[in-house]
């Protein structure tokens, strides 16, 4: 699973078959979700540092949808794409799923902080 994931981030070289080189983007594509699934979840686990898991979380989130907006206007000039098939072929169904999370994440922090969790 590691292996496959971190082959995710390596770009084959159309000049030099065989060769791979390295995509920032993918990059942190790859690693914003590994922090939010891992290490906002623990923070979630106690009561002390679930403000840690609320703050790292919103932070994921707004880059993580500035990263996809990006992501998405730039192929969409790309490809020169109509403005109608923005739905369709972006990542805004994604970004909807990332502030969901955000959504659960602000749950969790309001119920610890009311005591009621």
């Known amino acids: 699973m590691l292996h496959f994931r971190i082959h995710n981030f390596m770009v084959a070289d159309k000049l030099h078959p065989g060769v791979f080189s390295f995509d920032g983007t993918r990059f942190l594509a790859t690693l914003f979700p590994l922090i939010d ?9 106690s009561r002390k540092t679930a403000v840690y898991g609320y703050l790292l ?7 993580g949808t500035i990263f996809m907006v ?5 192929n ?7 403005l109608q098939s923005l ?3 972006s990542t805004l169904p994604d970004i909807g ?7 659960v ?9 009311r005591g009621q969790a």
């Not at 990006?70 to 730039?74: L, N, R």
């Not at 799923?97 to 959504?103: G, I, N, P, S, Y």
């Not at 994440?105 to 902080?113: E, I, R, S, V």
């Open 57 to 63: 979380n919103g932070l994921i989130v707004i880059y």
């Open 37 to 45: 699934v891992v290490l906002v979840t623990a923070l979630f686990l």
């Open 87 to 89: 739905v369709l072929n």
């Open 76 to 82: 969409m000039v790309a490809k020169s794409l109509p």
């Open 105 to 113: 994440g602000k749950a969790l922090y309001d119920l610890y902080m």
């Open 97 to 103: 799923v990332a502030w969901a999370d955000f959504l």
């Open 70 to 74: 990006h992501f998405s206007i730039a």
